[in-house]
């Protein structure tokens, strides 16, 4: 099955969200050479992030999260779009893998618990919306919950799974937002909690086929939903040259004579797919000549 995301609403008006993303987190252990531990954070971020960036209202606008508590993973940070495509990184890909008593990985030690979680919304403004919470518990579904009920004042359910095999591989990821609003009835409300506690985990069912639909139907039954919109998700990196450039001009000139006069020239790598970029001593001088003017 190919990854992708099904956003859809069930009769009252409450909205969902679900996906599976095994085959990008899968692509993005690759990338990254990322352990277990890291593998299962840096997955949760990525089907949350895809999840979030399709929940922006412009084609334009770009989402990032973070998380970092000060755990030995030292931070990570997936961005999305509307599209729903997704990249990340981890500080610490190499971790030794740390279980829980019940077999699960233990994603909450490696994020650490003293710091935040940051939403970043950039629409084109001067300034992008940034959303802080405490981190609760450092499995990131917990406290991007907390997100949605601290900044957004929706009721919101995150569930988030990755399952990672003993050689390492990602063998099912995926997850679901669900957002009650308003009008939802108590009824529906209290028969998806229900739900939620007696489903088992994610990952089993991701494991054994289940769809996006399948396993949201699963989450909401006995509600009928109707599914709105179905696309394809992947790990996709849109870095250029001319954008680090850009970056390489925002050092200013005092930054770039130094690297030009010390190095000659630079080779900077993309956090996002590890792809490299050259800059040799005229290229630099060129761009020198723009920082100046
Ligand atoms: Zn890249």
């Known amino acids: 099955m190919k990854d992708y995301l099904i956003r859809g609403t069930t009769v009252d008006g409450s909205i969902r969200f679900a ?15 990322c352990y277990p531990v890291a593998t299962a954070g840096l997955g949760r971020m990525l089907t949350a992030s895809s999840m979030m960036g399709t929940m922006l209202k412009s084609d ?16 990570i940070l997936a961005a999305s779009d509307t599209t729903g495509n997704v990249r990340g990184y981890v500080g610490n890909g190499h971790l030794d893998n740390q279980v829980k008593s019940s077999g699960k990985l233990d994603v909450g030690w490696a994020v650490g618990l003293d710091g935040v979680a940051t939403v970043i919304r950039d629409m084109g403004l001067k300034e992008p919306y940034i959303g802080q919470v405490p981190i609760v518990s450092g499995e990131i579904a917990d406290d991007l919950t907390v997100y949605f009920a601290n900044s957004e004042q929706t009721p919101t359910s995150v569930g988030l799974g990755v399952l990672v095999e003993v050689d390492g591989h990602v063998s099912a990821s995926g997850g679901f937002i669900l957002q009650v609003m308003p009008e ?13 506690i007696h489903m088992g985990q994610l990952t ?9 639909e399948k396993f949201i139907q699963e989450i909401l039954k006995p ?4 599914i709105f919109d179905k696309k394809e998700i992947s790990y996709v990196c849109n870095c250029e040259k001319e954008r680090i450039e850009r970056a390489l001009i ?28 050259q800059f040799d001593k005229s290229e630099l001088s ?3 000549r723009k920082a100046k003017s």
Request: glycine content about 6%; aromatic content about 6%; hydrophobic content about 35%.
């Open 223 to 226: 509600f009928e939903i109707t």
């Open 286 to 288: 060129e761009l020198l």
């Open 204 to 212: 089993d069912l991701i494991h054994k086929g289940y769809s996006p």
């Open 19 to 33: 996906c599976v993303t095994t085959e990008l987190v899968e692509k993005a252990r690759k990338i990254h050479d």
């Open 184 to 196: 939802a009835e108590e009824k529906h409300v209290a028969a998806v909690e229900e739900n939620l």
């Open 60 to 75: 334009d606008d770009k989402l990032t999260i973070q998380i970092n508590g000060k755990g030995p993973i030292n931070g």
């Open 250 to 277: 925002s050092l200013g000139e005092f930054e770039l004579t130094e690297l030009i006069e010390d190095q000659g020239q630079a080779e900077i790598v993309c956090h996002f797919c590890n792809k490299k970029y």
